[in-house]
């Protein structure tokens, strides 16, 4: 099945040791999504790769960064996370950018700061 | 700016009883679309239904349904004989053509058995 695939499930660090989340996909989709959502909240949209267009929103914060090697894999490195970054990172993908496509998920990781 | 309202945070159910979840969104966009996912537990955003600002037929999937009504900017989803493995957490969602998707804030669906 196609899919989007995330790893680990479950992450811990340390306060300020940087680390990294990976996301792939199967499904040959163009764009890729990186989501944070925190408890009880609703995602918030980090930044999205539109091929190798690098797209951030304005409010993400720098110690925030996105690599995308390749059409399947796509990176979140956090340089020096707080205890503020604990939180669910969704990754996401769709077939091409803009409001009419519909997002697909991966399972998400979950980040625990210590 | 777009907008999407989940007034409901919290619904609890006794198995098989009907619930509605409602979703009020804002938009000033004529051409936009809407979106339904379920976070179960587990942690995945599922997929549930899409809808363009061009269609209004209601959507039904098994148990699933969904009711789109322009004239009060309203896109509400309705699960018939809800189940046990209905408990999730909704997301109602909003995006104009050219723009980012939006979630409202979520609705917590427990059906008790």
């Known amino acids: 099945d196609a899919m989007v695939i995330q790893n680990p499930r479950y992450q811990v660090t340390q306060f300020g040791k940087p680390v990294t989340l990976s996301c792939s996909q199967t499904l040959n989709h163009n764009v890729m999504y990186w989501y944070q959502q925190k408890s009880s909240q609703a995602p918030k949209l980090l930044f999205h790769y539109y091929d190798k267009d690098f797209n951030n929103e304005a409010d993400t914060p720098d110690n925030f960064q996105s690599r995308r090697p390749n059409t399947s894999f796509c990176f979140l490195d956090i340089r020096s996370p707080g205890l503020g970054d604990a939180a669910m990172y969704l990754c996401?993908?769709?077939?091409?950018?803009?409001?009419?496509?519909?997002?697909?998920f991966g399972p998400g990781t979950r980040l625990l700061v210590l | 700016a777009q907008k999407v309202t989940q007034a409901q945070t919290e619904i609890s159910v006794v198995e098989k009883e009907d619930v509605t979840l409602d979703c009020v969104y804002e938009?000033?966009?004529?051409?936009?679309?809407l979106f339904w996912y379920k976070q179960p537990p587990s942690g995945e955003l599922v997929f549930l239904i899409r809808?363009?600002?061009?269609?209004?037929q209601n959507e039904i999937s098994g148990r699933y349904s969904w009711n789109f009504q322009k004239s009060t900017s309203s896109f509400n989803f309705t699960i018939t004989a809800s189940q046990v493995v209905d408990s999730a957490v909704y997301f109602c969602?909003?995006?104009?053509?050219?723009?980012?998707?939006?979630f409202g804030a979520g609705t917590r669906l427990t059906v008790k058995p």
């Open positions: 969602a909003l995006s104009e053509a050219g723009d980012d998707m939006r």
């Open positions: 809808r363009n600002s061009f269609d209004e």
């Open positions: 996401a993908t769709s077939r091409a950018p803009g409001g009419r496509e519909t997002q697909y």
């Open positions: 938009t000033r966009d004529t051409t936009y679309y």
